[in-house]
C-alpha cells in the first residue's frame, strides 16, 4: 500500500524545494557577476597595454595585444 503525503509534508517539501532552488539562483548570479568582473578586468588591463604599445611605438606588440582583445571580445561579447 501506498503512503501518501500530508498537506503539511507536502508544503514543507515545496519549500525546501523553493530554497534550493533560490540558493541555486543566488550562486548562478553570483557566478555571473564574477565572471563579468574579470572580463572587465582583463578588458582593461589589455587596453592599458595597446596604449603603453602604441606610445613606444611597438607594432608587433600592438597587433598582438589587438588581436587578443578581438579573442576575448568574441569569446564572451562586448
Given amino acids: 500500500m501506498e503512503k501518501k503525503k ?3 509534508e507536502l508544503m514543507k517539501d515545496y519549500a525546501m524545494t523553493q530554497l534550493q532552488n533560490e540558493k541555486w539562483m543566488m550562486h548562478i548570479y ?3 557577476i564574477l565572471n563579468e568582473l574579470i572580463l572587465k ?3 582593461e ?3 592599458r597595454e595597446i596604449d603603453d604599445a602604441l606610445d613606444k611605438k611597438e607594432k608587433e606588440q600592438f597587433m598582438k595585444l589587438t588581436n587578443e582583445l578581438k579573442d576575448l571580445e568574441e569569446r564572451f561579447g562586448s
Avoid: E, P, V
Fill in 45 to 47: 588591463q589589455i587596453l
Fill in 41 to 43: 578586468r582583463q578588458k
Fill in 30 to 32: 553570483s557566478d555571473m
Fill in 6 to 8: 500530508s498537506y503539511t
